[in-house]
């Protein structure tokens, strides 16, 4: 398709100035907006190739991320118009003065949404879809962004060094508001093999009626706090006390999640808010590492990468998930969590702005200082991450802009 120059550089009038802003991606699920935008430092766009040549304009900035509750998604939009990120979509070549800004959006919410933000923004959005997405942007961070990807061992983080010529096949679990399992064989590569209801909304959603909690991290927060056995009967409640050794169980497996309740003859208000939460944290996280493992061996995948807010970097979650994972497949699959677990759709929707001759996603000697320099759809980009990357973190990013 052939493309205008970035709106951005035609008409702006607001917070980031005409020469910072650059594009705008948004993820819009169930649960949350994901919002990736870049915005390139002052004075940069030099245009030197490696050999010292011109070549195309290189831009060096800033992701952005951004998150907001799908409910709130007004607050989402004054957000993205209080910083003119609007403006930063691009435009069909042959489309009249009149035709709106297009804005890339993944998500159901792209969908659902899309006459509200024209209405709000005035633009429209470009939708991807968002399996695509969500691939798209674990190969990028898989390939691009140093030490983005890490197991979770007894209470410890263990970086991976991503050999790129080892990378496929894999699977990647997504746990949003539902999960999708999804076998990857490549760039573009890949089939949504499966997926399970019972996920992110279901952990909030049961969460809240059950413990009265009124945000999703202050649920988390309890579950730090709990014990489920006080609610989960183990293989020890009903064996007394002993293992189940023939079948492979100790006596401190869950036998049966919340099954303590049916003979405790106790009313909901008799539990703590805190071991409720965390029966039901892991609960729900056994539950999707065993379904994740179990799809891997179908396929013979050995390498499970898990993604999706539902993580939220928390570590009783991913303890929970990696020892499933070991548990069920007797250690041969490990569990590894992304550090952007949760903007896979939106940078995703993000990088295929290069689909239309725009931000193609491409390194430059001037960004060499950078950790990571690799191959991406064919073209070569690197990033460099903080140390310590979380919700509304940056990388520092170079991106070519077709002339
Ligand atoms: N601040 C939050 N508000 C609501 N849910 C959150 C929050 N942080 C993490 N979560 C969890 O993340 C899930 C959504 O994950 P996400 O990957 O954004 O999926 P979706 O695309 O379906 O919104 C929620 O269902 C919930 O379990
Ligand atoms: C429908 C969805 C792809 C939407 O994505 P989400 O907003 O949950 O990230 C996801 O919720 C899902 O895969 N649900 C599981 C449906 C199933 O396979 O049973």
Redesign the pocket.
Known sequence: MDVKKPASQENLNGNESESQISHLAL????????VVYFLRSNGSGGSVDDSGKKSDPVLEGRLHFA?F??SKIIDCLEFIRSKNLHLAGFRHHDASANDKTLIKAT??GAYKFADLIKEKLGVVLDKEDEMDCLVTGANFLLKAVHQEAFTYVDGQKEFLQIDQNDLYPYLLV?????VSMIKVDGDGKFERISGTSV???????LGRLLTNCK???EL?ELSHQGNNRVIDMLVGDIYGGSEYSKIGLTSTNIASSFGKAISDNKELKDYKPEDVARSLLRMISNNIGQISYLNALRFGLKRIFF??????GHAYTMDTISVAVSFWSKGDAKAMFLRH??FL?ALGAFVSYENHGLGGLKTHQSVQQFAVSETYAGKKMCCLVNEDLNDNESIDFGVAFAA
């Not at 993820?27 to 994901?34: A, Q, V």
């Not at 996920?199 to 959603?205: C, D, L, M, R, S």
């Open positions: 993820d819009i699920g169930g649960s949350l907006i994901k998150k509750e799908t998500g159901g997504n746990i949003g508001s539902g996920g992110g909304g279901t952990f909030w959603g945000s999703f991290d988390l993604a999706g807010f539902f993580i939220r677990e949760g759709g």
